[in-house]
């Protein structure tokens, strides 16, 4: 059990590279989150912006990710700090799973309790706020769960460009030929998706209508 | 209490309505009176329900007019005429995260009344369409088929519209259910007399609830008849619909639960 034990005697940089880790995961998901539900609930009302929003996002996710983080590199004000960069590639990402399953959720909201409310004079607005989306969060939040879980596993390749978070550990062990490393960033990485997927999961299903 | 000759609350005037291609309604002239119920009869696909429609603008007309209250419905706030316009569906549309309770305050609590009003006037109505007061809590998926209805019914008397459109309420419900809200429907309308547009398949519906049956029939407006009238009518379509479901009243019945 060589692993824990370096974990034991490393456990303040653990510790640290854990919480970076979060933090950009936590950060590009918010992003995520605030962009990609707008997009979501705006093809959802208008089809006709569907295909080209759902294909964008799309295309972003097959860019391998190395390759954006290095593409994103020359870019002036991002370029300065690798954590921004990391975040916006991480953000661009997370867009896909979350867009497709606002779109999804909102779809999936029966039609006649929509025309019931507007019927009875709902403005869009409050169709939107009061009936449309409480009806599609637990959707939405399996969209976000998705995203999270892609987002813990790709903040590791962060660290190629320097952005920090638990992939230092895992590109040094790779430079050093030593499993020892490699496992000390893996495991905590692969503990925090186990978590986020736990923790977002159990929120999801406390959202599922009835 | 008879109306007479005041001027009438809905007013179709030459409406037609068409949808990629499709004519929907043709050349549609209708007036419905205040306090009556006027049954919009006819099978699927005949427009009845695109009719009812057009009353709170859920859609719009390709040509012609309807007024409500004396004004076109297409000028001024829709938001306001749907909100003075109360509106029954088919397994009555509840909200499934809304509790009754808040299913029926819906428009109340919209329109800004005060928690307590609101309350107050969801549980008046509760009593009113025969809900136990403690099923205030729970959820739509927690109750029958009947009670949905009267959820349905009661959020859309909330506001206390003067005129009240429904659309097959009491398709989707047993037969025994159905009747017994046929009944409590006709003992309500004594007491309050709203408007009514009421929209069914079902011929002894009609017959029974309406005071005059609209008859529909590929998007055109047959005949406009009272229910005596309609049992006696030698026009084509309203014979069709008094053999079809003269021949066998219980299999009328069933027909009704499709």
Redesign the interface.
């Known amino acids: 059990m060589n692993v824990i034990r370096f974990i034991a005697q490393n456990h303040t940089q653990v510790l640290e590279l854990t919480l970076e880790h979060l933090w950009l995961v936590g950060v590009s998901t918010a992003f995520a989150m605030l962009i990609g539900i707008p997009l979501g609930i705006v093809i959802s009302h208008r089809p006709r912006f569907n295909k080209p929003v759902l294909a964008g996002a799309n295309i972003i996710q097959t860019i391998p990710s190395l390759a954006l983080f290095g593409f994103l590199l020359p870019v002036p004000w991002l370029g300065e700090r690798a954590d921004r960069l990391a975040i916006l590639a991480l953000t661009l990402y997370a867009l896909l799973p979350i867009i497709r399953n606002t779109y999804t959720g909102i779809c999936g909201v029966?039609p006649?309790?929509v025309?019931?409310?507007?019927?009875?004079?709902?403005?869009e607005w409050?169709l939107l706020f009061?009936?449309e989306l409480?009806?599609a969060a637990s959707v939405i939040l399996s969209g976000v769960r998705v995203a999270v879980v892609i987002s813990v596993g790709l903040a590791t390749i962060a660290a190629a460009i320097g952005a920090g978070g638990l992939g230092e550990f895992i590109f040094r062990g790779l430079a050093m030929v030593d499993d020892r490393v490699i496992l000390a960033g893996a495991i905590p990485a692969a503990l925090l998706a186990l978590a986020a997927d736990v923790s977002v999961g159990s929120l999801e299903r406390r959202l599922r209508?009835? | 209490m008879q109306l007479g000759h005041e001027s009438p609350v809905i007013e179709f005037r030459d409406v037609s309505y068409r949808v990629n291609g499709t004519q929907v309604l043709s050349d549609l002239s209708l007036q419905v009176a205040s306090g009556e119920t006027l049954v919009l009869l006819g099978r699927s696909g005949s427009g009845k329900t695109t009719t009812l429609k057009l009353i709170n603008r859920l859609v719009s007309p390709t040509s012609g007019k309807i007024l409500v209250n004396g004004v076109s419905n297409g000028e001024g706030d829709i938001i306001r005429l749907r909100r003075g316009i109360g509106y029954v569906i088919q397994d009555a549309g509840l909200f499934p995260h809304f509790t009754v309770e808040r299913n029926i305050g819906l428009v109340p609590k919209i329109e800004g009344w005060p928690e307590g009003k609101t309350r107050a006037r969801a549980q008046e109505l509760m009593q009113l369409v025969g809900l136990p007061l403690e099923m205030a809590s729970r959820y739509p998926h927690q109750l029958s088929g009947g009670q949905r209805q009267r959820v349905g019914v009661a959020r859309a008397l909330a506001a206390d519209p003067a005129i009240l459109l429904m659309d097959e309420p009491f398709a989707a419900l047993d037969p025994l259910t159905r009747d017994e809200l046929q009944r409590e429907f006709l003992l309500l309308q004594q007491r309050l007399h709203k408007t009514v547009v009421f929209v069914t398949h079902d011929l002894r519906e009609a017959l029974r609830l309406g005071s005059r049956i609209a008859l529909m029939e590929a998007g055109k407006l047959v005949t406009v008849l009272s229910p005596k009238e309609f049992l006696k009518s030698k026009d084509r379509w309203a014979e069709a619909y008094v053999r079809a479901f003269g021949d066998g009243l219980e299999s009328a019945a069933d027909r009704g639960t499709s």
Do not use: K, S
């Open positions: 029966d006649a309790v025309e019931a409310g507007r019927g009875m004079g709902l403005t409050q009061q009936v409480p009806l209508p009835r």
